[in-house]
Structure formats: C-alpha cells, structure tokens
C-alpha cells in the first residue's frame, strides 16, 4: 500500500508481506505499482551502506538536471530517514518529514527530486538501500546542515552520538547555499 506524505510528493510504501515458519517473501520493488501511485521515473542506479549507530549521512540533494529522485528502504536495523523541501516557491520549502525504516516493518519512502535527504542509524547497524532515477554526479552535490536550528529536525538520538563524514560537517546551513534544485 502506497499513500501520501504530508509534504506534496512525498510517499511511504507498506509492502504486503507474506510469512510462515520459513521465513518470508515480498516484492521490494513492482513498477506498475509505483505507477499507479503516479510514479514513473525510470531509477537508473541502485546503492547500498552499511553503518552503525549514530552514523547520519546527510542531509544530501543534486542540482538541475542531475537531481534525483530516490526510493530508500532498510534491509537489516532501524534508520530515521529525512526528507526536507528545498523545492522554491513550494508551499511547503523549508518543511521536512521524518520517517522510521526498519528492517522488520520492510517499509520504503519516496523521496522525489528537489529535496534534500539523510537518515542517521538507529540500531547497532543498519543495511540500507536505494534506488536512484538519476547518475551521481559529483559536480551537482549539495547539502544541508543536519543540525541547522532552521530546519528543527528531531533526529530522535543524542547529538553525542552522531557520527559524520568530514564532507557533511561543512554543510552550509539551509538558505545559504540553496541554488535551485
């Protein structure tokens, strides 16, 4: 079951799981699926990280033609995930959503292009995936400051905790670097 994030574009997938005592099959992925959400991006690129506690990468967007958009979901732990709309003149610029992935739900989002993403880990360590309808493209990176006061993000962990690369604890706050997405 696909429905609506509150920010416009946004949207969380609830696989329909089937179990029994050998363990349990779903569909990570069925494009007609996606389609009848009214998602068609063709996702060109999958990724994967593995990382322990505390870990957050992010918050991370690509400009102009090289955005992307992304389906993100956790294979093994528990991640808070982060969506932040740095779409200019959206209603909702400026606005983020939060949302629990884990392992054991088996539960996507969709982040589309124009936003900014990230997620810090959770659980001891986390496995996590994602689809990507763009290439990378290291001339169009850009991010966002996680601990910006702006954006008031509740990454539910103790800020002793987080670990960041050396690229994401120079991220300019929002508003400062934003050039259209």
Request: charged share 25%; net charge negative.
């Amino acid at each position: 079951m696909i429905t609506d994030g509150p920010i416009p574009g946004l949207k969380l997938y609830t696989p329909r799981v089937f179990g029994d005592d050998r363990g349990y099959f779903f569909e990570t992925f069925n494009a007609n699926v996606w389609k009848e959400a009214g998602i068609t991006e063709d996702f060109v690129q999958d990724n994967e990280a593995y990382s322990s506690r505390g870990v957050l990468r992010g918050l991370h967007y690509q400009r102009g033609a090289d955005a992307q958009a992304k389906l993100v979901r956790v294979i093994h732990g528990e991640v808070l995930d982060v969506a932040v709309d740095c779409r200019p003149g959206s209603p909702t610029y400026g606005q983020h959503h939060t949302v629990l992935l884990s392992g054991e739900l088996k539960n996507q989002f969709y982040v589309p292009r124009g936003f900014a993403h990230g997620y810090v880990v959770l659980s001891e360590t986390a496995l996590f995936a994602y689809k990507c309808d763009n290439f990378y493209q290291p001339k169009s990176e850009g991010g966002l400051k996680f601990d910006d006061p702006k954006l008031a993000i509740d990454w539910k962990i103790d800020m002793s905790e987080v670990q960041l690369s050396p690229k994401d604890e120079i991220l300019p706050y929002f508003g400062e670097h934003l050039a259209a997405l």
